[in-house]
């Protein structure tokens, strides 16, 4: 049924060896375009608007300057370590990308295979493809679920306790999308779910993401008919409130926001503007 | 006789799908340069001098920096708003424009009516081909009227009447022309008032446009002829005087300037270098 | 004997009509570089050393922005202006520019027509081809004499006497040049004083501006034989003091030089980087 | 032995009269990037990770305007110095350069004879191909060492006495590797050690620089095996208290570090990032 991917599983194992030379990030990025294509690249490529954002983002990390001390005694460097509870041996923290069975016949199985492989946390979408459970049970590492609140509030509880019972170690709670970023090449592209995929965390009414009328893309108009665009720091206290599980804020901008999330309940917060998307 | 539009006006039906296609701003300005052509381009895509300016207000845009509060209870967003006493349900005002004639057979009719449609206000051009009268009556909502002040006083008086009588909902005095910028392009195109175009709104004897002798272009040199350079805020004063439509002041770039627009009975200021032009 | 321009006349007449076309400063540039070449154009075009300050001279224009008043009443606008008892109709003074003779058969005698032509006043260099009292004898307005200073003292103030004597209004002191410039063009093309042009307002035993051996360009090595790099604050008091005309002092940076200026007897100072050369 | 350089030898014999023409740093980079090749060209041209600090530096001095003060009196110009008791007569220090072998099948033997002839200091790298006897033997002026420190501090301690017996002015401590850069031109390149090649100034056992396994270049791989990586301020004192050598530290960023440094008996301080690498 998730077969949307199965071509470039394929030309990802002929090139097997080509992937041997991938150095850097901008390597992967580079090797990525060559295999997604047309609107599915332009996803996960694109951002928001004019990309103003997606550009700077990158921009600004060659605008901090690092002015090391020297002679600190490097020899014995400790990558270990644990956040809100969760252990890493890689201190970097995968984060959660929707919908992989576009670039997988085995939807986000591969990568949550690579990534506690590697010693990372991975964070996995509400907008998987492949269910929460099958993701834990390959897992050789934590698995954090990243959540967007629907409006059908119940359903939404029903979720999080699906969360906790699977065994995910903690709950990511996106704040900046109370509606989707506009992908203008999204629209451009008329970009919604593909055939043959559908998103198993969703309740059975909205999983397929099915298309809406509008000017925006199909996909933005399912997500933003599906979403609760209407969270107040009150709901924050409510979602940390009936869960156990350590809850980040995704998507916080500003010191004052930082303090609310705390106020709140929230474990810890998570500094992002949504990939300037 | 207003007919120079004309061709254009066949160009915008017959690509009428491709504008299905505009997704952002920057679309419909490549989509014009497709449509216009040399010195009618250039007169709307140009700015003063080494247009230093003109590339510097896009730019500066993409200088500002957005650092949003999170979980605000953005669901219901009001975009309806009123502006010294005019309606509008998008809170965008469309800036007066010159010579809608050059760009179709209609002038200013297609443009109000869009403007209005989508809940905008339409500022009208003191240099419009089309009347005042004749805007209006096509209009949907509130229309605006930009005024340059004549050296002859009693027509600048006699004008603000008509306007007042039309049915314009407000005033906009520009304040950044008592010369009209040196335009480069327009300079080497020797733009004038293209052949069987007029501006109803001018007096009778100035509305020509006509050219005149000198080193910058002829549509420069009628409007240097025809508008008083001189203004000062006792000049504000005097037209907040003789009206009782609100006046809003357009093209200060100082808060002192803002201030000195209050005293002299200002509703309202547009802050705004002309376009960098 | 100052055949050198002469080919370079004739274009500028064949092309009289496409410098109509000329708008702004950048079309006389790029047309001056149509017309003059190799070397010659070089010696005018280039900067010293990586050019970083001459490409800067030019960006820091664009960095500055002006925030004007508005309504001020600018519709009486007066460009006359007196500079240390020179009047001007035209506020821009015309910086000395050496060896005209490489553009023109008659040396510096079209510019200082234009210049004054124009009301503006013109600098004359040092380095002339034309002798100061044939420049002069040309002028309709204020003519300024650029000055170095020799080794030869005695030299240097029979140039002032003479300078005087003629009738120029003024002197400019260069300040920046105790060297000159590393002009790495110059040093790839060997210039030199182009065969049959000399400068006859240098002692006749160096006028010649004759080549020296070394890894600088001749001209550079003709120049650093002949001036006196040794100025002092106190040689500029020496140089008010042997002469009634005003001094100005040409290539200051910095605000604490320019008080010093001021108590070494000069009118006035020039902010300068010789053009980033 | 050392036969990798004698092509690259050869080649600058041949293009001797192009030399002529090498005017600046850039020029003399280009002719460096036409002469060397591939992963030698590589090793001295690329910088670490994205290469973002190496363009800075670059850059970074572009950004330095300088205001100088006009009228001081310069026409003596000594550039005569005297730094930790060694003299130069041209004051720019060759900063030490690895393995010059693959660039020369003299190795460092050409460049201590231009540095020391053009008066200033060279600094002899511990990866040199030459041993550091045969260097001062041609040596003209002062030749100082960069040193790393070994795993092995014997080996350490034996070094530095071998360097003041051979007659070393100066000893340059590297802050700023405890473990080498990642120079990802490096790891494209598989770079290591050519053939031929070895490091006469370093011990028996490691003198060969060995590739590792790993995912870094195999040089870096080698380098990392060796050095000691766990210096510390105690370790700089340590080494100030075993020699009479004057020692400065290379590699500092921060003024504080500066300050540890003199407590630790330093002679002094290099600014540097490594050059980017």
Redesign the interface.
């Known amino acids: 049924m998730r077969c949307v991917g199965a071509a470039l599983d394929r030309r990802w194992r002929r090139d097997y060896r080509a992937c041997m ?1 991938l ?2 990030l ?1 390597d992967y990025e580079a090797r990525a375009r060559e295999l997604a294509e047309g609107s599915t690249l332009d996803y996960y490529d694109g951002g928001s ?2 990309e ?1 954002t997606l550009r ?1 983002n990158m921009a600004a990390f ?1 605008r901090i300057n690092v ?10 460097r400790d990558k270990n370590t644990t956040v809100v509870g969760s252990s890493a041996t890689w201190p970097v923290i995968i984060a959660p990308v929707a919908l992989l069975g576009m670039l997988s016949a085995d939807g986000e199985v591969p990568a949550v295979r690579a990534a506690t492989a590697a010693g990372s946390i991975f964070v996995l979408s509400t907008l998987s493809v492949t269910p929460i459970e099958e993701v834990i049970a390959v897992a050789t590492g934590p698995v954090w679920f990243q959540l967007y609140v629907y409006k059908d509030r119940a359903a939404s509880e029903a979720l999080v306790k699906r969360v906790e019972e699977a065994g995910c170690s903690a709950l990511e709670l996106t ?2 999308t ?1 509606i989707l970023g506009r992908r ?1 090449r999204d ?2 592209n008329g970009f919604g779910l593909p055939e043959g995929l559908w998103t198993p965390n969703l309740t059975a009414e909205s999983g397929s993401l099915a298309p809406h009328a509008g000017s925006d893309s199909p996909f933005k108009a399912a997500i933003d008919a599906l979403f ?6 009150d ?2 206290a409510w979602l940390t409130s009936i869960t156990n599980l350590p809850v980040l ?1 995704k ?4 010191a ?2 930082a303090a ?1 999330a705390v106020d709140a309940g929230a474990a810890g917060v998570i500094v992002s503007n949504h990939g300037g998307r």
Chains 1, 2, 3, 4 share one sequence.
């Open positions: 030379s150095v850097n901008a608007n004019d103003i700077d060659g002015y090391p001390r020297m002679f600190r005694g490097v020899g014995t704040a900046d109370p203008e629209v451009r609760y665009p209407d969270l107040t720091w709901d924050v804020i998507g916080l901008l500003r004052d926001d609310r």
